[in-house]
T-cell receptor, first 117, second 111 residues
Framework: DTEVTQTPKHLVMGMTNKKSLKCEQHMGHRAMYWYKQKAKKPPELMFVYSYEKLSINESVPSRFSPECPNSSLLNLHLHALQPEDSALYLC????????????????FGPGTRLTVL | GIQVEQSPPDLILQEGANSTLRCNFSDSVNNLQWFHQNPWGQLINLFYIPSGTKQNGRLSATTVATERYSLLYISSSQTTDSGVYFCAVVGGGTSYGKLTFGQGTILTVHP
């Protein structure tokens, strides 16, 4: 089963709201990722978690706060977002085995379409 | 960082036609994937192909790592093939799996 699930599918929030995006995989993968995709653009990496530890933060503003409570779950907490943060947020996972990390195939969830008013 | 260029940016076909999409990359890669993004935004894995040739039904892909390019072939295209095709790579110097995407090829297949 190569499935990554994401909830919610759609989210509309105001600039003062706090919300969270959730991602789950049950493939035993140890690496999980958040990507952001603006309209008519390719996805861009935001964060990488490896063995539940944050490995990479691609200079993402602090209003985005990732969390990896266990090896199957990845959350993205949102606070005080701006309208320009409206985008499709994609979660991905890969096997993440230590030496083979860069080589592993990544599998993506269906995304959460976020609108900030 | 590594640069990824895809061509053509747009492609319009009649059902049944064949096509070739190209991906050029600027440095050695540890990983190369082809994706199809459907109208709802889902990225569907087509091929994991850092080198060599693979086939899956009407689709096939070839990566020539030494010459830094990959090709995706679509034969006997169908309307359901419409969407955006992305090539994405993990650069050779990367210690983590950062996928860098090309700008994509928008494919439209007319009945």
């Amino acid at each position: 089963d190569t499935e990554v699930t994401q909830t919610p599918k759609h989210l509309v929030m105001g600039m003062t709201n706090k919300k969270s995006l959730k991602c789950e995989q049950h493939m035993g993968h140890r690496a999980m990722y958040w990507y952001k995709q603006k309209a008519k653009k390719p996805p861009e990496l935001m964060f990488v978690y490896s063995y539940e530890k944050l490995s990479i933060n691609e200079s993402v503003p602090s209003r985005f706060s990732p969390e990896c409570p266990n090896s199957s779950l990845l959350n993205l907490h949102l606070h005080a977002l701006q309208p320009e943060d409206s985008a499709l947020y994609l979660c991905a996972s890969s096997q993440g085995k230590e030496l083979a990390f860069p080589y592993n195939e990544q599998f993506f969830g269906p995304g959460t379409r976020l609108t900030v008013l | 960082g590594i640069q990824v260029e895809q061509s053509p940016p747009d492609l319009i076909l009649q059902e049944g036609a064949n096509s070739t999409l190209r991906c050029n990359f600027s440095d050695s890669v540890n990983n190369l994937q082809w994706f199809h993004q459907n109208p709802w935004g889902q990225l569907i894995n087509l091929f994991y192909i850092p080198s060599g040739t693979k086939q899956n039904g009407r689709l096939s892909a070839t990566t020539v790592a030494t010459e830094r390019y990959s090709l995706l072939y679509i034969s006997s295209s169908q309307t359901t093939d419409s969407g955006v095709y992305f090539c994405a790579v993990v650069g050779g110097g990367t210690s983590y799996g950062k996928l860098t995407f090309g700008q994509g090829t928008i494919l439209t297949v007319h009945p």
